[in-house]
């Protein structure tokens, strides 16, 4: 079965540390997005990608990375500059086009700080 | 500002049961509307899709319904099961140049079903 795989299905972050969000799908699909969801918020975009090697920031992409290497991964760094990273990271993937948005989700890494 | 306000924020029903959800929403220019389910500590499942020439959508005992003139939208379900307690979350996409839509998130209705 298609779909987007996440790993870890929970994270723990040391002060100080970079941790890293894993993200893959075999959909084919050739936009990917990192969104963050906090309790009793909208999801919040981080990052996407349109196409591989490139990508651009979302509302929120102060203190994370991304690498954009291959079509089907899409991972995300969490740095030492996010103060406040605890939170549900959620992957996403779509088609190109017109109609360019999220179609399917992964089922997300919990990230909590030590 | 591109907004979408969901209510109730919360809603307990008894099994069997029927309810709606409301979304309503400050986004343009608008492309379409979403319905996304969402199990616990899982990611969101599209249930349905609406353009702005769409009233109603259903999909099984969800029917969705969206009214462009007073920016409004509902999720409406059927003789409720266990199996339906999640978030409910509604997505209003905003179209811009180059074809690129920007989607704005409500933050969900919890729904729980009851035995």
């Known amino acids: 079965d298609g779909g987007i795989t996440q790993s870890p299905k929970y994270l723990f972050r040391k002060e100080g540390q970079n941790v890293t969000l894993s993200c893959e799908q075999n959909l084919n699909h050739d936009a990917m997005y990192w969104y963050r969801q906090d309790p009793g918020q909208g999801l919040r975009l981080i990052y996407y990608s349109q196409i591989v090697n490139d990508f651009q920031k979302g509302d929120i992409a102060e203190g994370y990375s991304v690498s954009r290497e291959k079509k089907e991964s899409f991972p995300l760094t969490v740095t030492s500059a996010q103060k406040n990273p605890t939170a549900f990271y959620l992957c996403a993937s779509s088609t190109a086009g017109p109609s360019n948005q999220p179609q399917h989700f992964g089922d997300g890494t919990r990230l909590s700080i030590l | 500002k591109n907004q979408v306000e969901q209510s109730p924020q919360s809603l307990i029903i008894l099994e069997g049961k029927n309810c709606t959800l409301q979304c309503n929403y400050t986004v343009s220019p608008f492309s379409n509307l979403r319905w996304y389910k969402q199990d616990t500590g899982r990611g969101p499942v599209s249930l349905t899709i609406m353009t702005f020439s769409e009233n109603t959508k259903s999909n099984g005992r969800y029917t969705a319904t969206l009214d462009a003139d007073t920016k409004q939208s509902s999720l409406h379900i059927t003789a409720s099961q266990l199996s339906d307690s999640a978030s409910y979350i509604c997505?209003?996409?905003?179209?811009?140049?180059?074809?690129?839509?920007?989607?704005?998130f409500g933050a969900g209705t919890r729904l729980a079903v009851h035995p």
């Open positions: 997505v209003v996409s905003a179209r811009f140049s180059g074809g690129y839509n920007k989607l704005i």
